[in-house]
């Protein structure tokens, strides 16, 4: 397989380039987008490449359309994906809903923007983070990832494609618009380095018969994809394993959503992933996700500097949420803040999960600007 | 042509087990899935290179009951679910079951687009001139001063012909027949089906429950010589003046052509990008 990008060595580029090329490393076969604002880029990448690598990138009407065809792409077995900011998102969440109830690998890029509405088309912002969990109406979970650096972008992006496939569900990876339009170093892996998932196909026509059941007890029902022979109807109405719809009994649809939400529910640990820093001795634990972490990063070092025992918690996986992880390190500690680039999104998750074991402060900013470290060891050190 | 019986043709396509259908005595519906299914076994397609979309609404059920593959979306976005169907795996033939409400208004946009990008799916467009499943509202297609219970006084609004805004969208084939006229309608979904592209075959198809009641035909029959009324032929159309087709639906084959398709087109645009790239000659 030939790449149109060098692969197997270091290369100085942006967050939106590198998901596209991690995309494509991921396998991904599809792209549908819509252009906007700090997300193009994904987008004018893919649209290089794609056609190289006998792909598909074309350019949809609208957000709606977009995701649309990549589930569509999905269901023939293509791994597929889009990429939007706010408002595009907000478009997309009746369809995401779509691919949660119809158990759709696919990924979904939202490089956040300031909003609401069109807003701070330019600026960065982490105004999303309520929307890409629970935009899209009815009890359901999807998996959220964050980067805060390009390699990270990178890196999640694959992994992105690797839990979609893996849980046949539909992945948000949200970044920020520091992240996309920052350029960085980047290690680019030779495809024989990157670990690669693909969803579990129906063994046979028996496999095939219960498409959204559970026949191997984890939740995950392998996927008949189309044109092979076993004449799946897929439906967005409540459907029995079969998937033949059955709209009005209670008990059908409690089984349904109890799965689709138990299947990413029991392998919470596994998805949930994070990295801490200096957090074994802390008694002030910094909690953020994707560029603030850099930020908060450097206010941990200034805060040791000053006597103060504070740490990081950067979370890289927003949902599914491990709120015992958070109980565990509240009762460490003697306070949480949350430094985030709205007025307190992460906050409610991280509030949630510290069950009242420690005090939790939010550290809110909106307008565009990453928080300074300053900033942030002001107001821990009050 | 020789017509098989219609168990015949149940027994071979339909899924027994979502049976009965969800349609009311009297819906059109069942007779345009008829036609589609008989044409399809004439043309004896390969039922598991298929895939049937569609949309939401009565129309966009049929997928439910047909033992294909089958992607049953949300309102009015078959058209861009069918897109990625398409081209991530051009060897299947896309079938999209639509209502007039779920194509023309919230779909609209992808209708148009679709057309325009001469996308390859063959399209089966119920319209029954309201929006049968959510009971009986007003639809682009709602013919003026007829009722629906948004419009109960007679609706104020021009309505859309689908299968003009397909021929000036750029589609390949474009027919329309009320489900009255069989055995053209299974010749236009013939040759729609063979054709690449977009094809669209229209239906007038009779609502007596939300539609019908609401305008003092209650039943199919009435319906049917309704559309008896108001339809014209197109050749007879083309020497009327335009005063007297005031309200009337023209039928036939309004468009027979042989554009690139968007898959053609795709590939084409592979090759040019390898080309540009030095990676073929
Ligand atoms: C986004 C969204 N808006 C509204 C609805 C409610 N809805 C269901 S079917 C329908 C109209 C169906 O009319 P039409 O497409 O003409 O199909 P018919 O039922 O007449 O076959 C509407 C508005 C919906 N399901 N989704
Ligand atoms: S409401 Fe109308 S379109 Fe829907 S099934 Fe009944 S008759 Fe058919």
């Not at chain 1, 290089?48 to 957000?63: F, W």
Request: charged letters at 25%; a neutral charge; hydrophobic letters at 40%.
């Amino acid at each position: 397989m030939r790449y149109p990008f060098p692969v197997g060595k270091s290369d100085f580029i942006q967050g939106d380039e590198a998901i596209a090329r991690a995309a494509i490393l991921a396998g991904c076969r599809f792209y549908a987008g819509y252009p906007i604002t700090p997300a193009s880029e994904i987008f004018e990448a893919m649209a290089l490449y794609m056609p190289l690598v006998d792909g598909v990138s074309i350019q949809m009407e609208d957000e709606i359309g977009s995701i649309a065809a990549v589930i569509g792409a999905s269901w023939t077995g293509a791994k597929a994906m889009t990429a939007t900011s706010g408002p595009g998102f907000s478009l997309m969440q009746e369809n995401l809903g779509y691919a949660v109830m119809t158990e759709t690998p696919l990924v979904l890029v939202d490089v956040q923007r300031g909003g609401p509405s069109t807003g701070q088309p330019t600026l960065a912002s982490q105004g999303d983070i309520m929307q890409a969990i629970w935009g899209t109406h009815g009890d359901h979970s999807l998996i959220v990832l964050s980067p805060s650096t390009v390699q990270e972008a990178f890196d999640f992006t694959i992994r992105a494609f690797n839990l979609a496939e893996k849980y046949r569900t539909p992945v948000v990876l949200l970044a920020d618009a520091e992240i996309a339009h920052m350029r960085e170093r980047v290690y680019i892996p030779e495809p024989s380095e990157i670990e690669i998932v693909n969803r579990r196909l129906p063994a046979g026509e028996e496999d095939a018969r219960l498409p959204f059941g559970d026949p191997y007890g984890d939740g995950v029902p392998p996927m008949p994809i189309f044109g092979k022979g076993y004449r799946t109807y897929v439906t967005g109405l409540t459907h029995d394993e079969r998937g033949r719809p059955r709209t009005v009994e209670a008990e059908v649809h409690e089984r349904l959503i109890r799965r689709i939400i138990g299947k990413l529910e029991r392998n919470r640990k596994a998805i949930f992933s994070y990295d801490e820093f200096m957090l074994e001795d802390a008694d002030v634990a910094i909690v953020s996700t994707g560029i603030v972490s850099r930020s908060v990063l450097r206010a941990v070092k200034v805060l040791r500097e000053r006597g103060v025992k504070a740490g990081m918690l950067k979370l890289n996986t927003i949902w599914p949420f491990d709120f015992e992880m958070i109980e565990e390190l509240a009762e460490r500690v003697e306070r949480i803040y949350v430094p985030e680039m709205n007025l307190g999104q992460l906050y409610h998750l991280v509030r949630e999960g510290a069950n009242g074991k420690a005090g939790v402060e939010p550290i809110p900013k909106i307008g565009g600007e990453v928080h300074t470290p300053m900033e942030i060891v002001e107001r821990v050190v009050g | 042509m020789h017509l098989k019986s219609a168990y015949e043709i149940r027994d071979k396509y339909l899924r027994k087990d979502m049976l009965p259908t969800i349609f009311c005595p009297g819906c059109g519906i069942g007779s345009a899935l008829q036609y589609t299914l008989r044409a399809i076994d004439d043309l004896n397609l390969d039922p598991d290179s298929m895939v049937w979309v569609s949309g939401i609404g009565c129309s966009s059920r049929v997928p439910g009951f047909v033992n294909f593959d089958g992607l049953h979306t949300t309102h009015g976005r078959a058209l861009a679910f069918a897109t990625g169907i398409k081209l991530a795996n051009p060897d299947l033939k896309v079938i999209a079951f639509m209502g007039d409400g779920d194509a023309a208004a919230i779909g609209g946009n992808h209708l148009i687009h679709a057309i325009r990008r001469n996308l390859d799916v063959t399209v089966i467009l119920i319209n029954n001139f309201t929006y049968g499943m959510t009971g009986g509202q007003v639809a682009p297609t709602t013919p003026k001063g007829l009722r629906g219970t948004t419009a109960p006084y007679g609706q104020f609004e021009n309505p859309f012909d689908i299968a003009g805004l397909a021929v000036s969208a750029g589609a390949n084939y474009v027919a329309r027949w009320s489900v009255f006229n069989y055995l053209q309608g299974i010749n236009s979904i013939k040759k729609a089906l063979q054709k690449e592209g977009f094809t669209l075959v229209e239906f007038l198809s009779p609502c007596p429950i939300s539609f019908g009641r609401r305008n003092r035909m209650k039943t199919a029959p009435e319906l049917l010589r309704w559309y008896q009324k108001i339809t014209v032929p197109l050749a007879k159309a083309r020497k009327m003046k335009p005063e007297e087709l005031e309200g009337k639906v023209v039928i036939g084959e309004f468009v027979d052509r042989d554009r690139p398709g968007l898959v053609r087109e795709y590939e084409a645009y592979k090759r040019r990008a390898k080309k540009a790239m030095g990676w073929e000659e």
